[in-house]
């Protein structure tokens, strides 16, 4: 009877959008019994606040709407075109497709939706999509066949249900805002409204000194051990653990600090990974005793607070989004998320064996546990917790601690929120906007940055995350952009057009199956020599940046390409920031553009 019952709700919606004047949508329902319908859907206007009278529309499926369904796909009538049609689709990962001839059938699908939004613009044409509820479920999936694109939003919901109402608001946009700045612009304004978004970097950072600091100091992350990666044993004991590689005990770590403070860097805030027991990811979640191989608790304490006299922020790294089976919470795999069959949820193997989700329930627990503990220790600044902020929340089966997404991300912006009280501030792994209220650093800010190299349709990544986000939440942007001035000069320009906080990491490389995601070029302390120049990297980038650290308290409001290969980026101060990633030299508003270089025009100043 619900089959029907949704197929008649369909089928009088799809009646009405005949003479509707509004946008329609292909509503593709996939039911549990494998058969499958499409019906064109008409979306409901609606007008609220500031957008009175403007083109605003919604499709929404609430509780009991959609039983028996398993997955749904929704593809607005401006989510088809055609190959040599002027536009894009832009999706929540900042990824674009351009309408242009492929040879061959492609698409791809989103595995996490950095931002809730998906984008339209077919020549003045332009629609965002912001998912407003059960938007933790969607994939945003993209395709091209037979010389046509369809941009389609995804919702496999056959185990997990309607546990709150599928909403999907659809606005036009006009004029300036007709382009993927204005559908940043616009999910920044949903964000604010919604009460999603952390107040102001200005604001927060005029009560908070950790924050404040941060602003002005680069983010030094320090690996100091390490088993191998991916573990070569799935399944680890105290018994057949593999030995851990020790890169830097504390002692040293002491050393790059006093080779800051002779180099002149006089602002930095370090983070130790690796630090606590079997180093980075070793028995994830445990985090105590301190590794004595790295010389122990006492030695630790002793470097936080010669970092801190030196007048340095410190923080440590853990993870409480993983489980190994050689940790002392394991218990059988208790704390595991479980799938709908119980099964247990694996992901891949590191360096603590084959990783497992830990359901942030328990994990909760773990964490209201632990962290107080790691603080007493004297960390001080923006503590790091791994993944949290990176991947969307996993779900729960497990009767013992059941959690849909949206209860897991509750927990997840409770535990980056309560390292504020605790150290002054949190930073995480990437940031996806469900814990943008929580986050003051994101780690890198986007995995995606060089995907249009590994992707045939996909075609550039453009900083709509950094439209969104930027004033509100710190952030280097990239995985390419950690030590980004030992890099190719693209992605110093990357760097620098979305408004970056600098990164730099000693020994980001270690993976032993040679899968570095943050780049082969890194920063070591092998000798002192080494350790010199690794420091003299850093306060190039150091000195480079403390010009620039200004705008960290401005948006970004709009980055566009005003001519081939040249890029501007318009801060809401006026600041521009021009891009050359071309190798001839260019000319903007009477100024050179060096060739892979930039230029800065400050209205203030110029």
Partial sequence: MKTFTILSVLIVASAAASCSRGPVADVMLTFKDGSDTTLTVGMKHFASGVDKGRDCYRLQFEDGDLDNVAKIEIIPSFGKAEEGD?????????????????????????EYNDLGLAGYKHAQDCWVAILKSLDLECREVVSFEDGKYTFALQYNIGDCGLYEPLTVDFYRLEGEDANYSGMARKFRKYLISAGLMPAPLKERASVNEAIAYAVEAPEIRVRQAWKPAPSPIPHQTLETEPPMHTALTFEQVGDIVDEFQRQGIDKAEFCLVGWKLRGHDGRDPDIFPVEEALGGETALRSLISKSQAKGYQIVGHTNHTDIYSISKEWNDGAPVCKNPDGSLQKKWRFSGGLMYNLCYAPSYEFYLRDEPKVADLGFRGLEFVDVMALVTPHECYDPSHPLNRRQAAEYANKMLSGLRDMFGGSQSEGCHYFAAKSVDFAMYSSMKMAFPDKKEIIDSHVPVWHIVFHGYILSNPAAETVNYNIKSPKYKLKFIEAGGRPLYYFYSKFMNNGNNWMGEEDLSYKDREDLEHSVRVIKEGYDEYRPLAYLQYETLDCHEEVSENVCRSIFSDGT???????????????????????????????
């Fill in 86 to 110: 002027e536009g894009y689709f832009l999706n929540g990962e900042g990824l674009l497709t351009k309408f242009l001839h492929r040879e061959e059938k492609c698409s791809y699908r989103t």
């Fill in 576 to 606: 521009q920031i021009v891009c050359n990633y071309s190798d001839e030299p260019a000319l903007y508003e009477g100024k050179i553009v060096n060739a892979n270089d930039y230029l800065v025009i400050n209205p203030k100043k110029n």
